[in-house]
């Protein structure tokens, strides 16, 4: 099973992805996480992508495939399912090119599909506590006093990943790419989509139906 997911943050992809390799036994591949394993091994790869992720931006799509092309080099896994790549239709094609290298096809790229107000009102609730890192979500889980922790008291703040004017430039940088590869693996006959309003379980059954 060869899966890609897309999505823009907050649609929940990334909890699929785990219960995906959990139940089906798949390797995940995330960008970010085989990116900061890169840079920890101190790869030729790694090397050149820090800077990009110590400022915060946007790793270019060479390296990208590089450290994509690396870990299958290196560890030539079979069944797998990427989170957050291919992000672009060069890295999809890149992608491509790595797949057919290993004699490996995609089965299915699923779209996991929401509004931008339903992300920015799922990732703008969160509020975290400074001591003890609990997180909290003003709709689904509430404090018992507004802004203040359960467990110590102490005063909720909010991460500033998870504010709305940050939540909405991360969409607009997704959406500046996502129209483009979708339409590339839909030409594929690879492209399904999925509501990611629905609860968790009944998410990974509607992807079980189309696998």
């Known amino acids: 099973m060869r899966l890609v997911l897309v999505g823009p943050p907050g649609s929940g ?4 992805a785990r219960r995906l390799c959990e139940r089906k036994g798949l390797r995940y591949i995330g960008t970010g996480e085989i990116l900061r394993e890169a840079v920890n091994q101190g790869t030729e790869v790694g090397r050149a992508a820090k800077p990009y992720l ?12 590089d450290v994509v092309a690396e870990l299958f ?3 030539q896994p079979r069944n797998f399912v990427t989170d957050g790549y291919p992000r672009t239709v060069d890295q999809a094609i890149a992608f491509d090119r790595i797949l057919r290298h290993s004699v490996l096809g995609l089965d299915a790229v699923i779209n996991f599909t929401i509004s931008d107000d339903d992300v920015v009102r799922r990732i703008s609730g969160r509020w975290v506590c400074p001591v003890c890192k609990r997180v909290y979500h003003m709709v689904s889980n509430p404090p018992r006093v507004a802004g203040i922790c359960d467990v110590d008291g102490a005063k909720l703040v909010q991460r500033e990943d998870d504010q709305e004017s940050t939540v909405r430039k ?6 500046s790419t996502v129209d483009q590869l979708l339409a590339y ?5 690879l492209l399904y989509e999925v509501s990611a309003l629905d609860l968790p379980e009944v998410i990974y059954d509607n992807i079980m139906k189309i696998l």
């Open 54 to 65: 110590l400022e915060g931006k946007l790793v270019p799509d060479q390296l990208v495939n």
């Open 13 to 16: 992809k990334g909890t699929q």
């Open 170 to 175: 991360r969409l607009a940088v997704f959406h």
């Open 185 to 189: 693996y839909a030409g594929l006959g």
């Open 73 to 75: 080099n290196r560890e």
